[in-house]
């Protein structure tokens, strides 16, 4: 199997912290809660929304372990999360018809949780 010298593709995991794989693992959860519901909805916009979204995270996942402009992929990471729990709360509970916090259910709770660590990961990811 022929290597690169370049480095190109190569995973740089060596100077990822624990709070790095912290951060990895919400946004590994909150990507597949994504794609599974986008599944679940595709075609519909929503659905189309959802895998979208999914396929942010991963994204993300992929150009943190390559190390590529990380501070950058943090600064962004913060207002992606960070509007897609707003959008979850105005869809699903200011103009929806489900009420806060009896109708989050198991997917969207473990979903927010994870959203709010990893925005707390990026935050402090961003500061350090």
């Given amino acids: 199997m022929a290597t690169s010298s370049s480095g190109e593709g190569e995973l740089r995991t ?27 909805f595709f075609p519909s916009g929503l659905g189309i929304s959802f895998l979208l979204a999914g396929l942010g995270f991963l994204g993300a996942i992929g150009l943190v372990l390559r190390g590529y402009r990380r501070r950058l992929v943090y600064g962004v990471g913060i207002p992606f ?48």
């Fill in 14 to 40: 060596e100077p990822l912290t624990g709070l790095h794989w912290v951060g990895i693992v919400a946004a590994l959860v909150s990507g597949a809660i994504h794609l599974l519901l986008g599944i679940r």
């Fill in 81 to 128: 999360v960070l509007v897609q729990l707003v959008l979850w709360y105005v869809i699903n509970f200011a103009s929806g018809p489900k009420s806060f916090p009896a109708d989050v259910g198991t997917f969207g709770a473990i979903d927010k949780i994870a959203q709010l660590v990893l925005v707390g990961v990026l935050i402090a990811l961003l500061r350090s």
